[in-house]
T-cell receptor
Framework: DTAVSQTPKYLVTQMGNDKSIKCEQNLGHDTMYWYKQDSKKFLKIMFS???????INETVPNRFSPKSPDKAHLNLHINSLELGDSAVYFC????????????FGPGTRLTVL | SQQGEEDPQALSIQEGENATMNCSYK?????LQWYRQNSGRGLVHLILIRSNEREKHSGRLRVTLDTSKKSSSLLITASRAADTASYFCATALAETSGSRLTFGEGTQLTVNP
């Protein structure tokens, strides 16, 4: 069974469009994250939610809006997509506290044309 | 520069050889973790070493931590072609909120058969 799943795996879209990426974890974790990995493989945290509450919000354009309907789901909605948004987006989850081990989803490769 | 910096950026060895990757960081940490990322996949947790530990083993992996030098190393012994991947260190800061991890830039390991 997949522990952290994301959909879609690939997303190709035009500049200016709005798109969403969905994430679900079945590990019973309290905390979920969104990361962006650029073409040089640098991984940067974007958001973190603990039990549906936002706890980390890095300097990310407000075109990016996370939504957590329950603690097992964390979705990422992106408005007015730009070329620079092209990257691989990873969802992850962990138990809260002390920098615990994180479990990553397979990633969503977003290409903005 | 980043909290976690790794060297080398790329390492190419023959099957059976040992591979050593290094990670340096700047601030006090709670723990340091190593992750592996196969091409086109999500990150997988390998090992976690706490700030009060100096060495840890897991199978063919050996991790050391020197908090006085703010550095860690990951040794993979008797490497296999299947070890080919990117390896990232990640630090959990001592005064972290939530479960924030800061990732290094990664080392691309290629193990030639």
């Amino acid at each position: 069974d997949t522990a952290v799943s994301q959909t879609p795996k690939y997303l190709v879209t035009q500049m200016g469009n709005d798109k969403s990426i969905k994430c679900e974890q079945n590990l019973g974790h309290d905390t979920m994250y969104w990361y962006k990995q650029d073409s040089k493989k640098f991984l940067k945290i974007m958001f973190s939610y603990n039990n549906k509450e936002l706890i980390i919000n890095e300097t990310v354009p407000n075109r990016f809006s996370p939504k957590s309907p329950d603690k097992a789901h964390l979705n990422l909605h992106i408005n007015s997509l730009e070329l620079g948004d092209s990257a691989v987006y990873f969802c992850a989850s962990s138990q809260l506290g002390g920098g615990n081990e994180q479990f990553f989803g397979p990633g969503t490769r977003l290409t903005v044309l | 520069s980043q909290q976690g910096e790794e060297d080398p950026q790329a390492l190419s060895i023959q099957e059976g050889e040992n591979a050593t990757m290094n990670c340096s960081y700047k601030t006090s940490i709670n723990n340091l973790q190593w992750y592996r990322q196969n091409s086109g996949r999500g990150l997988v947790h390998l090992i976690l070493i706490r700030s009060n530990e100096r060495e840890k083993h897991s199978g063919r992996l050996r991790v050391t931590l020197d908090t006085s030098k703010k550095s860690s190393s990951l040794l993979i012994t008797a490497s296999r072609a299947a070890d080919t991947a990117s390896y990232f260190c990640a630090t959990a800061l001592a005064e972290t909120s939530g479960s924030r991890l800061t990732f290094g830039e990664g080392t691309q390991l290629t193990v030639n058969p």
